[in-house]
């Protein structure tokens, strides 16, 4: 799963998309926000949107009612409104900070109601790329929540060495599940938004961000569009085979475990395990053909699972399908743009 951003020279195609982007917008100062609006607290209410019986166990999600604070961040742009967002983790786990929610809330300044998107980051917590991908939608009339995932940046607990994508598969599940109900919140949140059309709500993510935006949508209703790249199912197999993992396999089976109660254990977190659940919502799909990461075969898993939906290859591996970062800017904003 995509760790970072610079391969054979591709961080510099990110520095120049980052600045065509700025460029484009006017680098006037922003009007003035409302006093109301320069940093507020509040409570937003959880229900499911759903029958929640159909929700994977692993990620049903009790109505309850939890408390927000959003504060602004600095922009020059006039197409959008920053804002760092926290609520709690519906899921106390043993650290502190982790048990916080942390998110940017990239607002369009555009009259009427919006649509609605959470964003997920990649496996190596670099945040650029998601924001680059928040300020397009936003540019285009689409708000776009960056929800950052558990351990991940200021989630992330001094000298305690949990991490969501964890060596240990049993605290990878438990990393997930939390990721999942998370975002069930984020959703929520984002519905009550005054500007946002809550029947259009919709989720994005790349490798990592991927995975578990795919994943996330099977356990949320709310999500009609759904937009996964670089990534795939069958997550057992890529974290077995993948030899990059070598470590965790041989942890695995000098306590005893076998390969096949280790990919029954990643099927509670696999997208194709509760495929069914998402059929019928728009898809698009962004995969590259040669990925060394997610092998070919486990993404058109996750596609089988989903109904066969549009599904662009390109002609890439998984770290070099950077240099189409402009193509899938260009395609991921249109999607979620659309009426359709």
Not at 9 to 19: I, K, M, Q, S, T
Not at 85 to 93: D, G, I, L, Q
Not at 323 to 338: M, N, Q
Request: aromatic share 10%.
């Amino acid at each position: 799963m995509l760790k970072r951003m610079s391969r054979g020279g591709l961080a510099g195609l990110l520095v120049v998309a980052c600045l065509s982007y700025r460029a484009a917008a006017d680098e006037s100062e922003p009007p003035d926000l409302q006093p109301t609006e320069r940093e507020c607290s509040g409570e937003v209410r959880f229900e499911p949107a759903g029958d929640e019986s159909h929700v994977p166990e692993l990620f049903r999600l009790a109505p309850h009612t939890f408390m927000f604070h959003q504060s602004p961040l600095p922009t020059v742009s006039r197409a959008m409104e920053i804002f760092e967002v926290t609520f709690p983790s519906p899921v106390e786990s043993p650290h502190l900070n982790n048990n916080t929610v942390h998110a940017e809330y990239f607002r369009p300044t555009g009259a009427g109601k919006h649509p609605g998107v959470i964003v997920l980051h990649i496996l190596g917590g670099d945040f650029q790329l998601s924001r680059l991908f928040c300020r397009s939608f936003a540019q285009e009339g689409v708000a776009a929540l960056f929800v950052k995932l558990p351990y991940y940046g200021p989630r992330r607990q001094p000298e305690v060495k949990a991490r969501m994508i964890s060596e240990d598969p049993r605290e990878t599940v438990k990393g997930m599940r939390q990721a999942v109900l998370d975002i069930r919140c984020g959703a929520a949140w984002l519905a009550t938004r005054d500007e946002i059309d809550p029947e259009r709500l919709g989720i994005f993510g790349v490798s990592l961000g991927g995975i578990t935006s795919a994943l996330a949508a099977t356990a949320e209703p709310r999500f009609k569009k759904i937009c996964p790249m670089l990534a795939g199912g069958d997550v057992g197999l890529v974290a077995w085979d993948n030899p990059a993992l070598a470590r965790l396999r041989r942890n695995w089976t000098d306590g005893g475990g076998t390969k096949e109660e280790f990919l029954t254990l990643w099927k509670s977190i696999d997208p194709v395990t509760y495929g069914e659940n998402v059929r019928g919502r728009k898809i698009l799909m962004l995969n590259a053909s040669h990925d060394e990461v997610i092998p070919k075969a486990c993404t058109e898993s996750l596609w089988r699972a989903f109904g066969e939906p549009e599904i662009v290859w390109y002609d890439a591996g998984h770290y070099s399908a950077l240099r189409f970062i402009f193509d899938g800017l260009a395609r991921v904003t249109k999607f979620f743009a659309d009426d359709s």
